[in-house]
């Protein structure tokens, strides 16, 4: 039997953690199991193609947000090529609800809920005749005379689980993602960890031995998916002691991390770090206390935002920060400050983020107090509630599209500080004024070279009277980014926008 398993990654450097685990698990009971990973910007009829000419017994698709739509269009369409072939559903998007996804969806055959490893190995002794499909946990399924459901599953014993890179080459332009942990201690009402909160680590000897692993490759960055990395801040300062120590010079590891929890201890080692090794992304998604109690987070906004400031001062690890539009109890003029506060910091990175009601979690359950509408599609996004309005966020989302172009990318160090202080207003006045002037002057109807948003920056401070100090430094920041040539060419062309 052949059987393949497959996904639609977001990004061409993106790849299935996902896959590689369920292939680990299942690959000494099936002896033609494959694995092949597409992207949603890949051709749909290259894709097609792919499917159908593999002349697979089973095609299994793990399914998220990102990828759903695109996935269902190509499960539907291969079940018309190739009846026979039976169809496997897992992952995030599809584990809630199961049976009446599989009513929806009649083409789909099987889904698989929750985590995989166990039901998938199970699934595939089922598939080639070894077993019953209703001895599979968390398996629903369909046969002549409905749909069916195994066993509950249970959380699988993560330190049992393979480690998954020891069948599957490292490629140097894929983003490696790793997991020393499964589950999170906080139960955040907006996020799927907090559905199930079993919290599995690996050993620390055991995740030491798959690092050094992925640096005797050199890989250029590992990605942690663990929730929270330092939920025992003795654990994980031992794993940021042995990254420094065994620092090859190359990779870059990434860690999603609560501030609050980071301990003198930690910031004291850190500061130690070569700059680069270490990647942070800290969600702070609130500073309004309504909004983080309404939503579970426990974490004190004062203390979030002092310790992220401190690690940002250390000057050697990329920061990356993170706000949530549409949370309960959060306006507009609200999310202004919450803005505000977390642009103070300095980061090197800000994203602005908007709620997805995502089927299961608690804020999902309980979004009629709230009054949120929603997206009827993925990815779920908030339209509206009851503290913010859909014009509201349509205006955040403009404002998001400046601070990425002007802020997040970088070349603009010395004129966008400079005119933010010079406006007088706070930052979040700042990008609401700019993003209105953007969006007024038709600007977001067409891609821009680097060099227009010089011109068109520098048009915006000469409506706003920002005056020469303002183009100096702008013409400054445009030498310091672009090359000789370039900036020869601009200069020719002079600042007006064509």
Known sequence: MRILLTTLNSKYVHSSLALKYLYMAAQNCCQELEVKEFTINNSRDYIFNELVS?????????????????????????????????????????????????????????????????????????????????????????????????????????????????????????????????????????????????????????????????????????????????WQPDRSRELFAYLMKHDNGITNFHFEICADLLDEACLELLKDARKGLFQFEIGIQSVNRQTLQAVNRRSDSKAVLQKTKMLIDLGNIHVHVDLIAGLPFEDYASFGRSFDAVYQL???????????????????????????VWMDRPPWQVISNRFICAEELCRLQRIEEILDLYYNRGGFSRSLPWAIRQMNEGPFVFYENFSEYYYDRGFQHRSHKKEDLYRIFYAFGQEKNLGQVFTELLLQDLEQTMNFDAVKKFKRKGWNIR
């Open 54 to 230: 593999g002349h697979y017994d089973a095609v299994c698709f793990s399914c998220y947000i990102w990828n759903i739509r695109q996935t269902a269009e190509l499960a539907s369409d291969l079940k018309k090529a190739a009846p026979r072939c039976r169809i496997l559903f897992g992952g995030p998007e599809v584990s809630y609800d199961a049976e009446a996804f599989l009513e929806e969806h009649p083409y789909v055959d099987f889904l698989i809920a929750g985590e995989g490893e166990i039901s998938f190995e199970k699934w595939c002794r089922a598939f080639n005749g070894d077993g019953s499909y209703s001895q599979v946990p968390g398996l629903f399924f369909r046969d002549a005379a409905g749909i069916f459901a195994g066993p509950a599953q249970e959380a699988a014993a993560f330190a049992s689980i393979p480690f998954p890179y020891s069948s599957f080459p490292c490629k140097a332009d894929k983003v490696i993602y790793y997991e020393s942990a499964r589950g999170c201690p906080f139960s955040c009402s907006y996020c799927m960890s907090s559905i199930d909160r079993s919290l599995r680590e690996l050993p620390v000897e055991r995740v030491k031995e798959e690092l050094s692993f992925f640096l005797k490759q050199e890989v250029k960055q590992v990605k942690f998916l663990d929730r929270t990395f330092n």
């Open 346 to 372: 300095g980061a090197d990175h800000f994203q602005l983020g908007f709620l997805k009601l995502l089927k299961g979690t608690p804020i999902w359950q309980d979004a009629a107090s709230f009054s949120y």
